[in-house]
């Protein structure tokens, strides 16, 4: 395989054509996703950076001052205990991003490959594998993550970890079911006919033509991973403060909305604009990733 | 006055990639008891024209540019809604092409049929629920349901496709229409029940007058019952005249090229078969799937005790019809379908034998090339990854020169190098098979089978991928199993052919003393289905019947 791998490589260098290069080249002239992927790349940066950039320090409190609206000094306002709400917001957006992305990652790894193996190699493997998603879907969610708090403790990894293990249940359905209509496919055949060992066939055959329905998944589940975040910290089992999130201060947020409406609107914004860079760079991606749209 | 007039009709197709002039100016007339039929290869426009005439184009992005349809006087392109559903429900019937997915699978046939004469637009016209029945029976009988009466309540999928054509029929007949417009009905059913179909159909107008517009991209298929037939190429009509006309005094090049290009007579390559020195040996193979349809689950034997030998060098024709087993074979061999008994030698090697990873070096010297030249390409791999991907995988190229051993490959199967770059669906359906056939040859196989490698082609585009089908077996000493339906396709290429019905070996012979002298009836029966391009011996043959 080591031959193949650099010839592949060697061959994309010279030719300039594949499924990736093709695909970038394609979403590069597509300015919807090209925002939204400067928005994420843009909220990313800040996040990395924020604790050189941050006007304030997250736990800062001034409760002399306490909440007020959007100011010179506080250009988001502060909450009630007089923190700096674009300082809350930036370092939320740290372990909301991380979450998004790293728990998501998650998902998508296990899910496609476990569905993918399940519905290529089928028959009792695929049964076997299925009943153990179905167990899992079984499992009381929070049942579940109370359990692995318990055993190893409160870590923000393991909270990654957790949702991602509850999130990828629902991939690996979608993508067994496209493969299995996808290999009794006569290109699929011939890849066999070929003599390619079925990881090869996997690899280079499958899973590239269940990117479509893979992707739009993928940008529904990072805002949903966050939301749940927020729902885990809410009950005391993911961030505590004076750590924050976004889904976290939107939740204080609502508590307080009809006092100090900006400590839900500014998280809010946020959030949305997060999800809209997602579902903008998700559609392109599907598009570009499909040959099939066309190139101009 | 004919029944139909319809005169200078242009559709055009408008998209962002521009305009596409599907229908230009055509015009021709059909009168009661008639049959036209309408000729073309995919894209000459006959079906766009056929379903204009009951408004079924999407419009957008068709548009009607200009002429009329003239239905007993009344203008079919410009009449509004309710009159073209009185048009549709009372006039002018349609039967398309495939009648699984014109069913509707969950209602049975019997309420299907019926539920133009129980709903009909003229509310006065309406039928009570057990006349439409007693007539639906009756219609079934006439179309040659047996046991019509227990039969109206099944489901589509409880019927065989020559049969769901027949419950076309009888659905496009229920409110005796007088114009029938048949869009390829025959095309996706074996050639015997084509050949039954195609004659209930002809008995059927005689008996009622009705006019029919047949359309077809088969000369052969339209000779014995055409009466008027029109040629379209690229929208426009390239050749109008009567049958005898079109086939015996032909004066357009096109359709010059088109009858030149049905598969007839014998093979034209000398036949390089050696003699008693078989590549493959096949001895009593069995080949069953699970059935659990039935309780409890029993087997179906797709293959079911199959002996035979494919010399080195030989073409061997594999014939039959749907549901035969010949595909199961062809896959068995290749070790792409778990065989349940029997053996399968490939020299001296028992392929059933070896292991998966074994068996790889062997998956090297045979190939498949696949029927559907849609599926059987990954879309999101270009010709070249297709192509470089058995090199570089078995080793046959390296960096280096793989390149060069792509281009030579494209070369061979006749595409130009500058479609290196891109993806199937770029391509024709021809192309597209061009390609298939470059990614068989590039491990340089010994044995290719090729599984109804032309039948989703159109004529001349099937003519030529024989012609390079037939050439690259010169070129590269290929010995080849060629499984087919269409006798004709066979005889042009084969050096022997095994004929095989319901999973064994009916009949074996060298191609052309099995034509001249078949020793099955079976035989006898699939060689007098095949549709003649020939008019005068076809009607010879159909009054003989």
């Known amino acids: ?296 | 006055m004919a029944l139909l007039e319809v005169n200078g009709l242009s559709i055009y197709f408008h998209s962002r990639n521009g305009v596409v002039k599907a229908v230009d100016d055509v015009s021709f007339t059909v009168d009661a008891g008639e049959t036209l039929a309408i000729v073309g290869e995919s894209g000459s426009g006959k079906s766009v024209t056929c379903y204009s005439l009951l408004d079924l184009l999407p419009k957008p992005p068709a548009k009607i540019e200009a002429g009329t349809a003239l239905f007993d006087g009344i203008d079919l392109l410009s009449c509004d809604a309710a009159q073209m559903r009185r048009f549709r429900s009372n006039d002018i019937a349609m039967i398309f092409q495939d009648p699984m997915t014109s069913l509707n699978p969950f209602i049975s046939i019997g309420e299907q049929l019926i539920e133009p004469l129980i709903y009909n637009e003229d509310k006065s016209a309406r039928l009570s629920r057990s006349d439409a029945r007693l007539r639906a029976i009756e219609l079934l009988d006439e179309v040659g349901i047996i046991d019509s009466e227990q039969r109206f309540d099944c489901f589509p999928h409880e019927f065989s496709g020559g049969m769901r054509q027949r419950v076309m029929i009888a659905m496009a007949l229920i409110n005796e229409p007088r114009l029938l417009i048949c869009d390829e009905p025959t095309t996706a059913l074996d050639v015997t029940i084509q050949a039954q179909i195609l004659a209930l159909i002809k008995t059927l107008q005689q008996k009622r007058d009705v006019a029919v517009i047949f359309i077809s991209h088969d000369l052969g298929v339209v000779a014995g019952i055409a009466d008027k037939i029109i040629v379209m190429c690229e929208g426009t009509v390239r050749e109008a005249n009567d049958a005898e006309g079109i086939f015996y005094r032909t004066e357009d090049d096109y359709t010059k090229k088109l009858l030149a290009a049905i598969p007839e007579g014998a093979k034209v390559m000398p036949n390089r078969a050696q003699v008693d020195n078989p590549l493959i040996k096949v001895q009593n193979l069995k080949t069953y799937f699970r059935d659990y349809s039935t309780t409890p689950a029993g087997h179906i034997k797709a293959v079911d005790g199959v002996s035979l030998e494919i010399q080195r060098g030989e073409i061997l024709g594999l014939v039959g019809e749907s549901g035969s087993g010949k595909s199961t074979l062809g896959r068995s061999i290749l070790q792409l379908a778990p065989i349940t008994a029997g053996s399968i030698h490939f020299d001296s090697i028992e392929l059933n034998k070896l292991s998966p990873a074994k068996l790889v070096p062997w998956r090297r010297k045979m190939q498949m090339i696949f029927q559907d030249p849609y599926a059987s390409l990954n879309p999101r791999m270009t010709v070249y990854q297709t192509l470089a991907e058995p090199l570089l995988y078995h080793s046959l190229a390296n960096a280096k020169n793989i390149d060069q051993q792509v281009q030579q490959l494209m070369d061979d199967v006749g595409l130009a190098r500058i479609n290196m770059r891109k993806y199937p669906h770029e391509f024709s359906g021809g192309q597209r098979q061009r390609i298939a056939i470059g990614r068989a040859i590039a491990t340089k196989p010994e044995l290719i089978i090729a599984d109804e490698p032309v039948s989703a082609l159109d004529v001349t585009i099937q003519a030529q991928i024989l012609d390079l089908i037939l050439n690259l077996v010169e070129k590269h000493n290929l010995t080849m199993m060629f499984i087919s339906h269409d006798l004709s396709v066979v005889r042009y290429i084969s050096d022997r052919v095994v004929v095989m019905n319901k999973g064994v070996i009916i009949e074996t012979g060298d191609t052309e003393a099995l034509w001249a002298d078949p020793q099955q009836q079976y035989t006898r029966d699939l060689l007098a289905a095949i549709p003649l391009a020939d008019p005068k011996s076809e009607r010879l043959r159909r009054l003989s019947r």
């Open chain 1, 1 to 296: 395989m080591g031959l193949f791998k650099a010839s592949e490589q060697n061959q994309e260098q010279e030719q300039g054509t594949s499924l990736w290069k093709d695909a970038w080249i394609k979403l590069s002239k597509n300015y919807l996703a090209l925002f939204g992927l400067s928005i994420l790349g843009l909220l990313c940066l800040v996040s990395i950076l924020t604790p050189w950039i941050a006007p304030y320090g997250y736990e800062e409190q001034n409760l002399i001052l306490g909440a007020t609206p959007p100011s010179l000094a506080h250009w988001l306002g502060t909450d009630i205990f007089g923190r700096d709400m674009l300082t809350r917001i930036m370092y939320g957006g740290r372990v909301s991003l991380t979450v998004g992305f790293i728990a998501t990652a998650v998902a998508l790894i296990i899910g496609v490959l476990w569905g993918a193996i399940a519905g290529f190699v089928g028959g009792r493997v695929d049964a076997v594998m299925m009943r153990i998603v179905d167990i899992m879907y079984a499992l009381p969610f929070m049942i579940f993550i109370v359990l692995l708090m318990v055993v190893f403790g409160r870590n923000i990894l393991l909270l990654f970890l957790a949702i991602g293990a509850v999130e990828w249940l629902t991939m690996a359905r979608i993508v067994r079911s496209q493969v299995m209509s996808l290999r009794k496919q006569e290109f699929v055949e011939a890849a066999h006919s070929l003599g390619l060992s079925q990881w090869t066939i996997i690899r280079r055959h499958i899973i590239p033509n269940t990117l479509g329905p893979v992707i739009v998944y993928t940008t529904l589940t990072i805002p949903s991973v966050m939301l749940l975040e927020a729902f885990l910290s809410f009950l005391g089992l993911g961030i505590q403060p004076p750590q924050s999130s976004w889904g976290l201060l939107i939740n204080y947020g609502v508590e307080t909305m009809e006092e100090y409406p900006w400590l839900l609107i500014f998280p809010g914004v946020t959030l949305s604009l997060t999800l809209f860079a997602l579902n903008f760079l998700g559609d392109g991606l599907r598009d570009a990733l499909d040959p099939r749209t066309s190139k101009d």
